[in-house]
């Protein structure tokens, strides 16, 4: 696979020499100064692939392989009639991206919120902090602080009543740090959502349901993929994070089922997967190695991390070691090597995955350090380092057998 990590831009406090002492020859960012809507230029392009192919000259090379992400704006999400003139907004960043050299652009359709997790400095007994999620605390967020008209509906009475309990003994700055890290706005940006106008981003969607959110998305790709195909670019859907629905909305992208509708609704390559172990590796019932096996020729972007389900309802986990967690990354690894062989064999011109380790630990010199939540330097090192010796392991066994 070929060795990224995912890059905030100039303001990110991992710097590209860091990433390219960690042994990567790519790079994975997006404009996250551009607002959502608004068309990527080509001069804004430019500027970003000269400020990360600066040190070249003198340096070892560093490309930008895979925008993370181009987002999707809420108007396309919900359907509106305004969706037509985002979606051609879309079209246009993708061909200012593909006249660029850009070939591989994700993107995401879970709704008002991207990733959701209720605790960023989770602590092991080793001293390093990682993320969390539990549903008692969403829980508590969602029925007692947004106090969201129907939430009760969401909860079993136990969760509800054990949130009510826990929220008597919170500290007025235990409810702000919760509320926060609920409402954190997108990765790389320095924007929150506000609890005081939250409920009206979820209002909007009141009328959409599983089977809209689905219709919408479907809408969505049939008309953007078929220019990604003629621009040479692949798109690649990231799935949902948690794979389940929140805050009474819909979640579209959490099993094998959601992707395989998915890329039957436009059976063209260009319709991808960004395929996240951690992301689908909540849900016990996503087979990972197998979705590679039956799905492999749409994935065009890997993320590799590991999640620890704590509660046998699976909703309570937290960020686990690469190598340790409910993922197992040996027959994951396993798949992903035998699917570039398969692409290999077939002289795929992109034989090769594009993958980035995902969410690593807030450790050692990095606990003194602002940085963006899972994305410290030295954790994700960790973590690549170890993804590397699995990778070349199976690579040789295969050699040799």
């Known amino acids: 696979m070929i060795q990224t990590m995912r890059w905030f831009g100039p303001n990110d406090p991992v710097s590209l020499m860091d990433i390219r002492q960690a042994g990567c020859s790519g790079v994975v960012t997006a404009l996250h100064q551009v607002p959502v809507g608004d068309v990527w230029t080509r001069e804004a392009i430019r500027e970003r692939i ?36 985002y979606i051609e907004t879309y079209k246009e960043s993708l061909r200012n991206l593909a006249a660029e050299g850009i070939r591989t652009v994700c993107y995401n359709f879970m709704p008002v ?188 972007f890997v993320h590799l991390r590991t999640t620890k389900r704590e509660a046998e309802d699976n909703r309570n986990f937290h960020e686990a070691p690469h190598l340790n967690g409910d993922v197992d990354m040996y027959e994951v690894v396993k798949a992903l090597h035998q699917e570039e062989l398969r692409r290999n064999a077939a002289h795929y011109t992109d034989n090769l995955l594009p993958m980035r380790p995902d969410h690593g630990f807030q450790m050692l010199d990095d606990l003194h350090k602002k940085t963006y939540p899972g994305y410290s330097m030295i954790g994700r090192l960790k973590a690549l380092a170890e993804l590397r010796g699995l990778e070349m392991s199976i690579a040789r066994s295969v050699q040799e057998f």
Not at 266 to 283: E, H, K, P, W
């Open 113 to 300: 919120l991207d990733w959701s997790r209720t605790d960023l400095t989770y602590t092991f007994p080793e001293g390093h902090k990682t993320l969390r999620f539990v549903w008692e605390d969403f829980a508590l967020f969602d029925l007692y602080i947004l106090q969201r008209p129907g939430a009760e509906a969401d909860y079993d009475e136990q969760v509800r009543e054990s949130a009510r309990q826990k929220l008597q003994n919170m500290s007025p700055s235990d409810i702000q740090t919760l509320t926060n890290t609920v409402l954190l706005g997108l990765p790389g940006s320095e924007e929150a959502f506000e609890l005081a106008n939250f409920q009206e981003l979820l209002n909007a969607y009141k009328a959409i349901g599983d089977k809209e959110l689905r219709e919408n998305l479907y809408y969505f790709i049939r008309q953007v993929a078929p220019v990604a195909q003629e621009l040479g670019i692949n798109l690649c859907i990231h799935p949902d994070d948690p794979p389940r629905p929140l805050l009474g909305l819909p979640r579209v992208v959490s099993t094998e089922a959601d992707l395989t509708q998915l890329m039957n609704a436009c059976d063209i390559r260009a319709n991808g997967i960004t395929f996240c172990t951690g992301s689908l590796g909540v849900r016990a019932d996503n087979d990972l190695p197998g979705i590679i096996r039956r799905l492999g020729d749409r994935i065009h």
């Open 50 to 85: 000269s400020i990360v192919e600066a040190g070249n000259a003198r340096h070892t090379s560093l490309k930008w392989l895979v925008v993370e992400s181009l987002p999707v704006h809420e108007h396309i999400k919900k359907g509106l009639p305004s969706r037509d003139q």
